[in-house]
Nanobody, 123 residues
Framework: VQLQASGGGLVQAGGSLRLSCEAS????????WAWYRQAPGKQRELVAS???????YYEDSVKGRFTISRDNAKNTVYLQMNSLKPEDTAVYYCNAVKVRLPLGDKVREYDYWGQGTQVTVSS
């Protein structure tokens, strides 16, 4: 299973971007999706997550501006980012948690990370 993130770029403050992350390969289901970000010199932080039931979590600084959603049929997660601020500048990583996939005659669960996509917000 591989995760391919896309949608990053350069945008002015107040603008919008939509990130996408698609899981490819043979799998049964993805329990939870999450987006993390890492700014230069800072630790990676959880930005938003969505579980299989559709419940979401948002880090305080993005509440009301970011929206996470998922399309199970496409094994894809999205992050709609509005009213972007310079402090949102970071590399954004998608994370697929407890991906259930066949391994021989068994079902296993693994976590996967995307390669990261750069988001730069200019003031």
């Amino acid at each position: 299973v591989q995760l391919q993130a896309s949608g990053g770029g350069l945008v002015q403050a107040g603008g919008s971007l939509r990130l996408s992350c698609e899981a490819s390969g043979i799998l049964f289901s993805i329990n939870e999706w999450a987006w993390y970000r890492q700014a230069p010199g800072k630790q990676r932080e959880l930005v938003a997550s969505i579980n299989s039931g559709g419940s979401t979590y948002y880090e305080d600084s993005v509440k009301g501006r970011f929206t996470i959603s998922r399309d199970n049929a496409k094994n894809t997660v999205y992050l709609q980012m509005n009213s972007l601020k310079p402090e949102d500048t970071a590399v954004y990583y998608c994370n697929a948690v407890k991906v259930r996939l066949p391994l021989g005659d068994k079902v296993r669960e693994y976590d996967y990370w995307g390669q990261g996509t750069q988001v730069t917000v200019s003031s």
